[in-house]
C-alpha cells in the first residue's frame, strides 16, 4: 500500500511540475504574441498612418490565429503608445518615436536615440522625374496593366495575395505603379527580412570607407575573449549566413530563437551574439535572423554616438529614400534583420542602387563590385540559393530557377515582401502585401510575366 501511495505522489508531483511548466510557457508564448500584436498595430498606425481597426482586422486577422484574436489593443494616439493585454495579462507596451519608429519597451524602459530628421537627396527637383524628383509619367502598356490586375486580384479566397503595391522600374524610371485602396505613394511599408539586404548594404559602405574588411571579423566586444572561437567569425561569413551560431529560426513555434529575440528581449543583438557554436565558422550555411542582428550590433560598436544616424547619412539620404526607418530594439541598436519601414517608390531606389552596380546619379555608394558579391552564391549555401544578404533563387526543386535570368536576385521579406532586381533586363520589380500563407505570391512568377510584358511593348490605345 505504501509503495502504491508513493509512485501515486510521485505521479501527482510529475503532473503539478508538467503544469508549472505548461503554465510558464504558456505565459511567455502569450507575451510573444502580444508583443507581436501591440508592435505591428503602433508601426502600422504611427508610421504608415494606418487605420489601428483595420489593422487589427486585416493584418492582425489575417495570422487566423486564436492567441492573437485574445489580445486586447488599446491605441494612445496622443502619447502614440500601443498597449496589448492577452486576456488581462502579459501586458507589453510599444512607443512611437519620431524618425525612429516603434520600440517595443521592456522593464527598462527604451534607450535613448537620437533621431536625425529627413534631408532631401543632394540636388533634389521635385519637380523631376523620379528618381530625380517625385514626378512620375509613364505611357500605360497593356500587358503590364494585365500583370498588375493579376497581381491585385484574388483568385484563391484561401490563400489571399493582399498585394498592397507594386512599383516597376525599368531603365532607371518608372513604367509602372499600383496601389491598393487605402495605400498610396506616400505611405511606408514594412520590408520585413528585406531589411536584411539593407543592413547588408550599410556593411558594404564601412568596407567602402576601409573601416570593416570582408576577411576579418568586425569588432565585437562580446565574443571578444581570448580563446572564444565566434571571436574568428568575419565579416563575409555574417553576411554570408556562414558563421555556424546556433539558431533557430521557425516563426510558426512561439518560442523559436527568432521569435524570442525580436519580441521577448530588447536586445536582438545581444541575445543571437550569446548564442553557442554549432558548426565551425564558414563549413555550414543557415538562413538565420539573429546573424543580422549581431551585425547590426558590431556596426552600433564600431560606429559609437555615430551609429544612430549613419543608416540615413549613408544610404537613405544620398538614395533620396526620405521615408526610410528602420526600427531599434528597447537597447537603442537597430532590429537589421526585420524592422525597416519605407515607401514601395524607395525600396525601388534601393534596388535600383544595385541594379547600377552601386552607384547613385554619378556617385558611388557601395564599394565597387558589392552588388556583384551580394549576388555570388555564398560558398557554404549547398542550392546556391543565398548570396550575401540577398536571395538568389525563391523557390527550389525542378525548373525553379528557369523562370529568370540568372542574374537576378532578390531582398525578400515575410508576408511577400520583395525588391526584384534583374540587371541583365535593367529591372528592378517591388511588390509590397500581406501574403502571409504558404505559397499565396509567386514572385518569380510575376517578375517574369512583367519582363514578357516589357518584351512585348504593348501601348494602350
Not at 487605402?182 to 536584411?196: D, E, F
Not at 557554404?380 to 523562370?403: C, M, N
Not at 540587371?423 to 514572385?443: E, F, K, N, T
Amino acid at each position: 500500500m505504501r509503495a502504491r501511495r508513493f509512485v501515486l505522489s510521485l505521479a501527482l508531483l510529475g503532473l503539478g511540475a508538467a503544469a508549472v511548466v505548461a503554465l510558464h510557457l504558456g505565459h511567455r508564448a502569450a507575451a510573444i504574441g502580444t508583443a507581436f500584436a501591440a508592435k505591428t498595430v503602433c508601426s502600422a498606425a504611427f508610421v504608415s498612418g494606418r487605420k489601428p481597426e483595420w489593422v487589427i482586422a486585416e493584418d492582425l486577422g489575417a495570422y487566423r490565429s486564436r492567441p492573437l484574436e485574445l489580445v486586447e489593443i488599446d491605441v494612445d494616439s496622443r502619447a502614440r503608445v500601443v498597449t496589448g493585454r492577452f486576456l488581462g495579462l502579459a501586458e507589453r507596451k510599444a512607443v512611437y518615436r519620431n524618425g525612429l519608429g516603434c520600440t517595443l519597451a521592456t522593464g527598462a524602459g527604451v534607450a535613448a536615440l537620437p533621431a536625425a530628421a529627413p534631408q532631401p537627396a543632394p540636388n533634389a527637383r521635385p519637380d523631376a522625374l523620379w528618381p530625380d524628383g517625385t514626378r512620375v509619367a509613364f505611357e500605360r502598356q497593356d500587358a503590364l496593366e494585365r500583370a498588375l490586375d493579376e497581381a491585385f486580384t484574388e483568385l484563391t479566397p484561401d490563400r489571399p495575395k493582399r498585394t498592397r503595391a507594386v512599383v516597376v522600374v525599368h531603365r532607371g524610371r518608372i513604367v509602372a505603379e499600383r496601389y491598393a485602396l487605402g495605400v498610396g505613394p506616400g505611405m511606408p511599408l514594412p520590408g520585413w527580412s528585406m531589411t536584411k539586404s539593407v543592413t547588408g548594404a550599410l556593411a558594404g559602405t564601412l568596407v567602402g570607407l576601409g573601416v570593416w574588411r570582408l576577411d576579418a571579423p568586425p569588432p565585437f566586444a562580446a565574443w571578444r575573449a581570448q580563446g572564444d572561437p565566434r571571436g574568428a567569425i568575419t565579416l563575409d561569413q555574417l553576411l554570408r549566413m556562414s558563421t555556424g551560431l546556433e539558431f533557430h529560426e521557425d516563426y510558426r513555434a512561439p518560442l523559436s530563437d527568432v521569435n524570442v529575440m525580436l519580441w521577448a528581449t530588447g536586445d536582438a543583438g545581444g541575445y543571437a551574439a550569446a548564442k553557442p557554436l554549432a558548426h565551425a565558422p564558414g563549413t555550414h550555411w543557415q538562413y538565420a535572423s539573429g546573424t543580422t542582428n549581431v551585425l547590426a550590433a558590431a556596426m552600433r560598436e564600431t560606429l559609437g554616438t555615430a551609429y544612430a544616424g549613419y543608416p540615413r547619412r549613408a544610404l537613405f539620404e544620398p538614395l533620396g529614400m526620405t521615408s526610410a526607418v528602420i526600427e531599434p530594439d528597447a537597447s537603442g541598436t537597430y532590429v537589421g534583420s526585420s524592422l525597416m519601414f519605407a515607401t514601395a517608390r524607395d525600396w525601388a531606389r534601393f534596388g535600383l542602387l544595385f541594379a547600377s552596380d552601386g552607384v547613385w546619379r554619378g556617385a558611388r555608394v557601395l564599394p565597387e563590385g558589392w552588388a556583384r558579391y551580394s549576388a555570388t552564391p555564398a560558398p557554404a549555401a549547398t542550392a546556391a540559393d543565398y548570396g550575401a544578404h540577398w536571395w538568389l533563387k525563391l523557390e527550389r526543386g525542378p525548373g525553379a530557377s528557369a523562370k529568370l535570368p540568372p542574374d537576378a536576385f532578390h531582398a525578400a521579406g515575410h508576408g511577400g515582401q520583395y525588391v526584384s532586381v534583374v540587371p541583365s533586363q535593367a529591372l528592378v520589380v517591388v511588390r509590397l502585401g500581406h501574403a502571409v500563407d504558404q505559397g499565396a505570391w509567386d514572385q518569380e512568377t510575376f517578375v517574369a510575366r512583367i519582363i514578357a510584358a516589357l518584351g512585348n511593348g504593348e501601348r494602350a490605345s
